[in-house]
């Protein structure tokens, strides 16, 4: 379906619903949705509306955040500025990855045969984008990622359907996913839905909030259940709810979920 610009009266009847839940989990995509996009992926961080609508949040009563994303835990906690004492759950590598407080990074499957393969199409990829100027592979604890953000059409349309054909050849059990202007492929098959599921099961969350920007957040999205909310960033087809235009309104939208979460425990 296609969900325009909420109104008004609509995001706070659906925040007011979310104010009331016992124990509410906010999951929250972070580049697009948190953090604007940049040409230099690790340089970005979040916006000073957005930290401070998170930092409301994890204050609130029984009010559980967490970063779901596509990118490594480790990158994820860089670029989040996530230290070993904050109150935020990680679920990275699209939920392949998990980190929580007081446990820290949870153990990942550890297989020789998958990590061998990994390296070996990751230099194949390296190899063919070597020569087209903005196309550049970021490497993935479970895959790697070929960006195409500052590169021609041609050149982008070139590195896609070549790394595509290496792949569909030499690993087509892999999952291919696309994004804004990247395209990614992983030996492990988690999505974000997988990911929402696993932290509302642990943090026994009675309602779910889910914000996010791109293809991959669809997943997610379409997962949630009655009673829980999806916010999409930006335009274009959704699975969400609501939709806000930008960065700066979801920020809006969360710091007024925080305020009626506290007034309501007054």
Do not use: C, Q
């Not at 007081?102 to 194949?124: F, H, I, S, Y």
């Not at 059990?173 to 999505?191: K, L, P, Q, S």
């Not at 087809?237 to 930008?246: G, N």
């Amino acid at each position: 379906m296609s969900a325009s610009h909420a109104d008004t009266s609509r995001a706070g009847e659906e925040i007011d619903r979310l104010a009331a839940t016992p124990r509410l989990l906010v999951a929250l995509d972070f580049d697009g949705t948190l953090a604007p996009l940049l040409d230099e992926p690790m340089d970005a961080r979040m916006t000073d509306d957005a930290r401070e609508a998170v930092l409301a949040l994890t204050a609130a009563p029984e009010t559980i955040v967490a970063f779901v994303s596509g990118r490594s835990l480790h990158d994820l906690r860089v670029i989040g500025e996530h230290e070993d004492d904050s109150p935020i759950l990680l679920a990275g590598s699209h939920g392949a990855e998990f980190w929580s407080p007081g446990g820290g990074a949870a153990a990942t499957p550890d297989d020789a045969g998958d990590k061998e393969l990994r390296d070996r199409l990751r230099a194949e990829a390296e190899g063919i984008t070597a020569d087209l100027d903005g196309v550049w592979v970021e490497p993935k604890t479970f895959g790697f990622a070929v960006h195409s953000r500052l590169a021609t059409p041609g050149d982008a349309d070139r590195a896609r359907d070549t790394i595509d054909g290496m792949v569909v050849h030499e690993a087509p059990h892999w999952r291919r996913r696309t994004g804004h202007n990247i395209v990614e492929y992983a030996f492990r098959h988690e999505g974000k839905d997988t990911a929402v599921a696993a932290l509302r099961e642990r943090t026994g969350a009675t309602a779910v909030l889910f914000a996010g920007d791109d293809v991959t957040d669809e997943d997610a999205l379409r997962s949630l259940g009655e009673g829980d909310l999806g916010v999409h960033v930006g335009a274009g087809e959704t699975a969400a709810t609501i939709s806000v235009p930008d960065i700066p309104a979801l920020a809006r939208l969360l710091r007024g979920l925080a305020e009626r979460r506290v007034a309501g425990r007054e």
